[in-house]
């Protein structure tokens, strides 16, 4: 049977669909603009998705994203960040999405995930251990666990309230409130929904 495509495209196709939530079609879509787009342009995004791997890097206390050159985040060595406060979220992108309401002045903490066997990720894949040594070298007063409104997440934040207990460290715990729709992700709740749960976290 004859090749209804050139091999390059194909392979674009291929490629594209690939990524999370891109079906066939959308990926044959992607393709074909690409195609039909000017060749600086696709240059442009070749050399930004070959340099993402160099020109990014995570911030070996808060594990948000960084760009290579930088030793810590931003919001993490910026003095008028409230070290004794830390929102502990799952992803990076969770980050941005609280940073939008305005109203958190504290750190950061990434997980890199949340528990769930189905998936493999246990507790040793996530960025705990380091949290706990913060917890004592930041004098931290609050946690805030922001992780997402889901089963893992949940899993994941009385994991996480277990084990701050168990090494005995003095820290007033909280939740997001219940503003955000269960099996929503933090990075997609909106403005509105977010500044509502911050302030109307609830200590565990």
Same mark, same amino acid.
Not at 59 to 82: G, N
Not at 93 to 99: G, V
Not at 187 to 204: K, V
């Given at each position: ?47 930004a ?12 206390? #808060? ?7 930088? $030793?810590?985040?931003? +919001?993490?060595?910026?003095? &008028? !960040? ?10 990076p ?7 939008r ?31 706990l ?22 899993? #994941? ?7 701050? $207990?168990?090494?005995g +460290?003095?820290?007033?715990? &909280? !939740?997001?409130?219940?503003g ?25």
């Open positions: 049977m004859a090749q209804l495509l050139p091999q390059a495209l194909l392979t674009t196709i291929d490629e594209i669909g690939k990524l999370p939530g891109v079906g066939a079609r959308t990926a044959e879509r992607y393709a074909y603009h690409l195609l039909r787009a000017n060749q600086v342009s696709n240059e442009k995004l070749a050399s998705i070959t340099q993402l791997h160099t020109g990014v890097k995570s911030c070996p206390v #808060t594990f948000a994203l960084i760009d290579s050159s930088e $030793e810590v985040s931003t +919001l993490y060595s910026d003095s &008028s !960040r409230d070290k004794t406060l830390i929102a502990v979220v799952e992803e992108l969770d980050i941005i999405a609280l940073e309401t305005g109203q958190y002045r504290g750190t950061y903490h990434v997980l890199g995930g949340a528990i769930s066997p189905i998936d493999g990720i246990g507790p040793e894949q996530l960025h705990i251990p380091e949290l040594r913060r917890i004592g070298d930041d004098s931290v007063e609050e946690i805030i666990i922001a992780t997402n409104a889901s089963v893992e997440g949940e899993s #994941t934040a009385l994991f996480l309230q277990r084990q701050i $207990e168990d090494h +460290l003095t820290v007033k715990m &909280s !939740r997001l409130a219940r955000l729709p269960v099996g929503v992700d933090l990075e997609y709740a909106d403005q509105i929904t977010l500044s509502h749960a911050l302030e109307g976290r609830r200590t565990l």
